[in-house]
C-alpha cells in the first residue's frame, strides 16, 4: 500500500514539474521571438535526401536557415542568454520529471508486484516515460531542445490525464491477462505508440515550419527548427521505425487473441482501430513515395494516423464496450 | 512503401495522353488503361483510405456477428435508422459485399504491383554497378585525396574494402563501381507478398474451419458431434464428417473472485480440470483447461470463454410425483451473475408447470428487488414466478431452453390477484398454491461454456504475418547505396583519388561522412574532405 501511494506521489509530482518545465520552454519560445540565431550553427542532423540533392545539384550545399541574413543587429546579448536560460531550465525541469515518472512506475510495479502494463492508466506512465526518455536522448545525442515544448505538452497532458481520469488503484490481473504475450503485445504497443507519438509531434512542427518557410516568414522560434525537410526526414526515421513494430504489435495481440478468446481476429472495436491505424500509417508510407502526396499531405496523414492511435487508446476504451475494456476502465 | 522504383505515377504521365488516344485504343485499351489506373500508387492509396474508413462503423455500430442482441435492441430503438442501417450492411459490416469490395480491389491493385516488380527485381538481382560516372563531384557526397604514385594497388583495395561492406563491386581501369542495398526491395516484395499469402490463409480458415459452443454443466461431458453443440458455424467447404469423435468431461471448475475492496468482483481464476478421450475407446487423460490455456485434441481446439450457474431443481407435481428434477443452465445478465433462466416441468400432471426463474449467487433484497451483489455464491437464491396449463402436444419443435414462451399457460396468482413470487434458499421448498404442486433448491452447481473449432488457415497467416514483418524490416531500414571511386592524375607526378556516393533511399544519415572516411582510409592522407 505505501508502496502505491508513493507512486502517485511520483506521479502527480511529475505532472507538475512537466508543467513547469512546459512553460520554461514556452517562456523560451517567447523569448526567442526577440532574437534571431545568427552565428549559432544548426547541428547535422540527418543527411537531406539523396534523392533530392541527385535532381538538383544546386541545393547539395548546407541549406543556409532562412531568416539568418535577416539578423537583426540590435539584438542584445542578454535577450539571447535569457533564451538560453530558459531553454536550460526547461530541459532541467524535464529531467526532474522524467526521474519522478520512472520512480512512479517502478514503485507501482512493486506494489502490483506485476509488469506495470495491466490498465490504461499504467499503460499510459509507462508509454509517457519512453517517449520523454527518447526526447531526452535525442536531446543528448543530437540537441533536439526544440522539441522541449510539445514533448513536455504531451507528458503534461499524457500524465495528467493518467493520474485524473484513468487512474484506478493497484489490483491483480483478471485471467485473461495472465499471458506471456501480456509483457510482448503491450511493450510493443508502448514502443511503438510512443514512436508514434514523436513522429506525430515531429509532423506537426513539419507542417508549421513549412508553412512559414512558404510564406518566406521564418521568425522566432521557427527559425530554431532544423527545415523543414529535416523535420520531415525525422519524422519518417520514427514513423518507419514504429511501423513495423505496429505490425507486430498487431500480430502478437491476433496470436494472444487466439490462445485467450479462441480466435485470432474478431472485429473487436479495438482490433478495428489498431487495423485503421496501421492502413493509416501504411498510407503514410506509400504517400511519401508517391508524386504529389510527399511533404504537407503525407505529414497530415501521420496526424489522421496518431489521432486515430489516440482514438484507440482513449475513446475506445473509454466509450465502446468491448474484449479490451477490463480493468475498471 | 519507399521503395528503389517507385509504383509508375500512371495517373500523371499515362492518364491524359490515354484518355485522348481511348477511341483508337478500343475495348483492350480501355482496359488496359483501367488496369493501369487500378494498380496506380494512387489508387492504392485511396482503396487504404477507403479500407481504414469503412472499417469504423464497425467499431461503432454494434454488430450482429459480436452481439446480436444489441443490434436488436439498436434496432427497436431506432425505428427509422435501424432498418436502413440493416439494408446497407452496418450491422454486417465485415461481411459486406462493399467491405469485401474494397479489399479485393486493394489486393488486386497489390498483386497487380507486385508481379511486375518481381521480373524487374529477377533483373536487377544480376544487373551490375552502374557505370561510373564522368564527373563524381556532382554526386550529393564528395571527397577526394592525393595519394602518391606509389599506390598502384588503391583500387584493388577499394574494391576490397567496399566488398567486405556487402557492396556488389565492378571493377573498371580507372574505377570501381559498387552498389549494395538490393534486399530493400525484396523486403519490399516480401512483405506485400506476404500480405497476400496472409489473405489466403484467413480465406482457408473461413472455407474450411469451423467454431461452435457448449454449454457443459459441472460433471457432465460434451462430445464432439454436432447435436451438442449450442451454436455452430462453419466454412462453405466444411464437411461434418471433419469433427474429430473425442469427448470432454468436465470434472470440476475453480473459480476465484476479487474479495479485496479495489475491483471487487473481477475475476481472478477460472481453471476447469477435464477429463479428454480423444476417440471412443481411448485411455481418457486428465488435463487443466484455462483462459489462454486451450487445449488441442485431434486438430481441434477448445477454449474455456464463459461460465456461469445451474441451480439444481426438483419440481413435484399435483399428484406428488416428481416432473422435473436436476440442474438447469442460466445465462448471467451482468457481472455480478444475476443469472435467467425457465425451469420447465412439461411432464407434470395434471397440469404442466413452469417457471421463470433468477438465480443470484450472492442475493440482497432491496428496494429495486431482488440483487446479486457479488459474483460468487455466498448467499445463492431463487426467485421465480410460476405458470401453469394444459399439457402439450409433443411437436418435437425445439425450443429455447434460456427463456419461457408463455403461450397457452397462465400466471399463478395469490387470492389477492397477485402473482405468486417463489424465494428459495438452498435446501427450501415451497408448495404451490392451490395444490399445484411444489419446488425445491436442492443445490447448484456452475457450468462452462467451450468453445470448439479449428480454424486450419492460421499457421499460414503466422508464417507469413512473420515474412511480412521481416520484409517490412528489410524494406525500411536496408540502406541502397551506390559508391564510386575513381584514380586520375593530379599534379606533378601526384595521382588524386575521388570517391562519389548516392544514397537512394530517405532518410539515411552519414553519407558524408562515410564517403570522408573511404577516402581517408584509401588514401591515408585524407587532405580535401567536402561534403560538397
Redesign the interface.
Known amino acids: 500500500m505505501r508502496y502505491e501511494y508513493y507512486s502517485n506521489v511520483a506521479l502527480v509530482s511529475s505532472v507538475v514539474v512537466y508543467a513547469l518545465a512546459m512553460f520554461a520552454h514556452a517562456a523560451e519560445w517567447a523569448a526567442a521571438r526577440r532574437v534571431s540565431v545568427a552565428g549559432e550553427t544548426e547541428p547535422e542532423l540527418v543527411d537531406v535526401a539523396a534523392e533530392d540533392r541527385h535532381a538538383k545539384p544546386s541545393t547539395m550545399r548546407p541549406e543556409p536557415v532562412e531568416g539568418r541574413q535577416q539578423a537583426d543587429p540590435g539584438t542584445s546579448p542578454a535577450s539571447s542568454a535569457r533564451v538560453e536560460q530558459f531553454g536550460r531550465m526547461g530541459v532541467a525541469l524535464t529531467i526532474i520529471g522524467f526521474l519522478l515518472s520512472v520512480a512512479g512506475v517502478l514503485l507501482r510495479a512493486l506494489a502490483a508486484h506485476r509488469a506495470p502494463w495491466g490498465n490504461m492508466f499504467e499503460f499510459t506512465i509507462t508509454a509517457m516515460v519512453l517517449i520523454v526518455g527518447v526526447y531526452l536522448i535525442l536531446l543528448w545525442r543530437t540537441g533536439m531542445r526544440w522539441l522541449g515544448l510539445p514533448v513536455t505538452l504531451l507528458a503534461a497532458v499524457g500524465n495528467g490525464l493518467a493520474v485524473t481520469v484513468f487512474y484506478v488503484a493497484v489490483a491483480p490481473l483478471v485471467p485473461a491477462l495472465h499471458s506471456v504475450w501480456f509483457l510482448i503485445h503491450i511493450v510493443a504497443a508502448a514502443i511503438s505508440g510512443a514512436a508514434f507519438n514523436v513522429g506525430g509531434v515531429m509532423s506537426i512542427l513539419y507542417l508549421i515550419k513549412k508553412r512559414a518557410e512558404d510564406r518566406g516568414d521564418v521568425r522566432g522560434y521557427l527559425e530554431r527548427l532544423p527545415s523543414s525537410r529535416k523535420i520531415d526526414l525525422i519524422a519518417y526515421r520514427f514513423l518507419a521505425f514504429a511501423f513495423p513494430l505496429w505490425t507486430f504489435t498487431v500480430a502478437a495481440g491476433a496470436i494472444w487473441a487466439e490462445y485467450a478468446w479462441g480466435r485470432y481476429w474478431g472485429w473487436d472495436p479495438k482490433e478495428t482501430w489498431a487495423l485503421v491505424t496501421w492502413v493509416i500509417y501504411a498510407g503514410y508510407l506509400h504517400a511519401r513515395s508517391t508524386a504529389g502526396w510527399r511533404g504537407t499531405r503525407a505529414a497530415v496523414i501521420a496526424i489522421i494516423g496518431l489521432t486515430s492511435f489516440w482514438f484507440n487508446f482513449v475513446g475506445i476504451n473509454l466509450l465502446v464496450s468491448g474484449l479490451h475494456s477490463y480493468a475498471g476502465i | 512503401?519507399?521503395?528503389i522504383k517507385?509504383?509508375e505515377?500512371a495517373a500523371?504521365s499515362s492518364g491524359p495522353a490515354a484518355r485522348a488516344e481511348l477511341p483508337r485504343l478500343g475495348w483492350r485499351g480501355g482496359l488496359r488503361y483501367l488496369w493501369t489506373q487500378l494498380t496506380s500508387?494512387?489508387t492504392?492509396?485511396i482503396l487504404?483510405?477507403a479500407?481504414?474508413l469503412a472499417?469504423?462503423p464497425?467499431?461503432?455500430v454494434p454488430?450482429r456477428?459480436?452481439s446480436p442482441v444489441r443490434v436488436s435492441d439498436f434496432i427497436n430503438e431506432r425505428p427509422t435508422l435501424g432498418p436502413i442501417y440493416d439494408k446497407i450492411g452496418l450491422f454486417n459490416?465485415?461481411s459486406s459485399p462493399w467491405f469485401a469490395a474494397i479489399y479485393l480491389l486493394l489486393f488486386v491493385s497489390l498483386i497487380g504491383c507486385i508481379v511486375p516488380r518481381v521480373a524487374v527485381y529477377a533483373k536487377a538481382l544480376r544487373a551490375r554497378p552502374p557505370k561510373t560516372p564522368r564527373n563524381l563531384v556532382?554526386?550529393?557526397a564528395y571527397a577526394r585525396a592525393d595519394i602518391s604514385s606509389g599506390n598502384h594497388d588503391v583500387l584493388e583495395r577499394a574494391a576490397d574494402s567496399l566488398r567486405r561492406r556487402h557492396y556488389r563491386v565492378d571493377t573498371h581501369t580507372d574505377s570501381v563501381a559498387a552498389e549494395r542495398g538490393y534486399l530493400r526491395e525484396a523486403g519490399n516484395l516480401v512483405f506485400h507478398i506476404s500480405l497476400v499469402f496472409v489473405l489466403i490463409g484467413?480465406a482457408i480458415g473461413v472455407l474450411f474451419g469451423f467454431?461452435g459452443t457448449s454449454v457443459v454443466i459441472v460433471g457432465q461431458g460434451f462430445s464432439n458431434n454436432l447435436t451438442q453443440y449450442d451454436d455452430f458455424s462453419a466454412g462453405a467447404r466444411f464437411k461434418e464428417t471433419d469433427l474429430a469423435p473425442f469427448s470432454v468431461t468436465v470434472k470440476d471448475f475453480e473459480v476465484r473472485f476479487?474479495t479485496?475492496?479495489?475491483?471487487r468482483g473481477?475475476?481472478?481464476?477460472?481453471r476447469a480440470n477435464v477429463e479428454v478421450t480423444d476417440r471412443p475407446g481411448a485411455a481418457p487423460r486428465q488435463e487443466v483447461l484455462?483462459?489462454?490455456?486451450?487445449l488441442h485434441i485431434a486438430g481441434t481446439?477448445v477454449?474455456l470463454?464463459g461460465h456461469g450457474y445451474a441451480p439444481k431443481v426438483t419440481v413435484k407435481d399435483a399428484q406428488g410425483n416428481v416432473a422435473f428434477s436436476g440442474p438447469v443452465v442460466m445465462l448471467p445478465q451482468d457481472g455480478n451473475f444475476t443469472s435467467l433462466g425457465a425451469v420447465k416441468a412439461p411432464d407434470a400432471r395434471p397440469e404442466r408447470l413452469a417457471f421463470e426463474a433468477l438465480f443470484l449467487p450472492t442475493a440482497v433484497l432491496n428496494d429495486q428487488g431482488p440483487q446479486s451483489i457479488f459474483p460468487d455464491a455466498l448467499n445463492p437464491a431463487l426467485f421465480a414466478n410460476v405458470w401453469y396449463g394444459p399439457p402439450k402436444v409433443e411437436t418435437g419443435k425445439p425450443e429455447n431452453v434460456y427463456s419461457l414462451d408463455t403461450a397457452g399457460l397462465s400466471q399463478l396468482k395469490q387470492s389477492d390477484g397477485q402473482p405468486v413470487r417463489i424465494a428459495l434458499k438452498v435446501g427450501d421448498g415451497v408448495n404451490l398454491p392451490d395444490g399445484k404442486g411444489s419446488i425445491q433448491l436442492d443445490g447448484w452447481v456452475r457450468w462452462v461454456k467451450l468453445?470448439i473449432?479449428d480454424?486450419p488457415g492460421?499457421p499460414i497467416?503466422?508464417v507469413a504475418?512473420a515474412f511480412?514483418?521481416a520484409g517490412?524490416?528489410l524494406s525500411?531500414?536496408v540502406r541502397p547505396r551506390r559508391v564510386w571511386i575513381r584514380v586520375r592524375d593530379g599534379e606533378a607526378d601526384h595521382k588524386v583519388l575521388e570517391v562519389g556516393a548516392?544514397?537512394?533511399?530517405?532518410?539515411?544519415?552519414?553519407?558524408?561522412d562515410d564517403v570522408a572516411e573511404l577516402a581517408a582510409e584509401l588514401s591515408h592522407t585524407p587532405e580535401d574532405v567536402s561534403?560538397?
Not at chain 2, 473481477?266 to 477460472?270: E, G, W
Open positions: 512503401m519507399t521503395a517507385t509504383r505515377p500523371e500508387m494512387r492504392a492509396l487504404l483510405f479500407l481504414a472499417a469504423i464497425g467499431s461503432l454488430q456477428r459480436i459490416v465485415y556532382r554526386l550529393p484467413v467454431r476479487e479485496g475492496p479495489v475491483q473481477a475475476a481472478r481464476l477460472f484455462e483462459v489462454n490455456k486451450p481446439t477454449h470463454i468453445q473449432g480454424t492460421v497467416s503466422l504475418l511480412a514483418v517490412l524490416c525500411l531500414f548516392l544514397d537512394r533511399a530517405d532518410a539515411r544519415a552519414g553519407l558524408t561534403a560538397t
